[in-house]
């Protein structure tokens, strides 16, 4: 059974600061996606990562994948407090026909 | 304007009383799913559908029935809700299971009282 994990669960940092969220997963995948939630909306993508060593960066986000170690990473440069979020790794199981999700990780940026 | 739409969005409902949530998307994409989110668990996969009258359980089906008899439409049935279905549900699609990415609806709140 694929268990995703994440973490921190909660982060709280300050506008201007660097941090990086983790996200485990436990068995072989070719895709791993991030998401992003807003309070009381849907799910928004951000990446899509397909192969190992894949690194993907939007603004001031970063997400990389290490297959073999079955880690990826969501790397939040010089945060600001728009990036207050939740934000969730997902990883395609059985030849993508499941999606295991991660707990998520609350992000609050404080000005 | 390409979209998955569920209905409806909120609703309060009594233990035992039957219910559908409709989900539809309007891109002809193959494959659809359900998902459940709840506090600290983050989404959990209840059934997917791979293409018309073809689905599969996911990792809680129990309690939930689908049908897929339009490629367009997903519906989650509760035959009997009951208050551990208290959650926040999500449809979505794509294209085909091979494609990368998918899209989600705006989440249906359900309160079983």
């Known amino acids: 059974e694929l268990k995703v994990e994440q973490n921190p669960l909660f982060l709280s940092m300050q506008e201007g600061k660097n941090y990086t969220i983790y996200c485990n997963y436990s068995t072989t995948s070719d895709r791993l996606y991030w998401y992003r939630q807003d309070p009381g909306k849907s799910l928004e993508s951000l990446f899509v990562?397909?192969?190992?060593?894949a690194v993907k960066q939007e603004g001031r986000l970063m997400a990389s994948l290490d297959t073999k170690a079955r880690l990826s990473t969501l790397h939040i440069t010089a945060a600001v407090h728009d990036l207050s979020a939740t934000y969730f790794c997902?990883?395609?199981?059985?030849?993508?026909?499941?999606?295991?999700f991660g707990q998520g990780t609350r992000l609050t940026i404080n000005p | 304007e390409a979209q998955v739409t569920q209905n409806p969005r909120y609703l309060i409902t009594v233990t035992g009383k039957k219910l559908t949530v409709t989900c539809s998307q309007n891109?002809?994409?193959?494959?659809m799913s359900w998902y459940r989110q709840d506090p600290g668990l983050g989404l959990r996969q209840i059934y997917y559908?791979?293409?018309?009258?073809?689905?599969d359980k996911g990792d809680v089906p129990e309690g939930y029935k689908v049908s897929r008899k339009e490629k367009r439409n997903f519906p989650l049935i509760l035959e009997s809700p009951s208050p551990n279905q208290t959650s926040l549900y999500f449809c979505?699609?794509?294209?085909?299971?091979?494609?990368?990415?998918?899209?989600f609806g705006p989440g249906t709140r359900l309160t079983v009282l």
């Open positions: 559908s791979m293409n018309v009258e073809v689905t």
């Open positions: 990562l397909l192969s190992n060593g």
């Open positions: 997902a990883v395609d199981h059985q030849g993508a026909q499941k999606l295991v």
């Open positions: 891109m002809n994409h193959e494959y």
């Open positions: 979505a699609s794509r294209p085909r299971v091979s494609y990368n990415e998918q899209f």
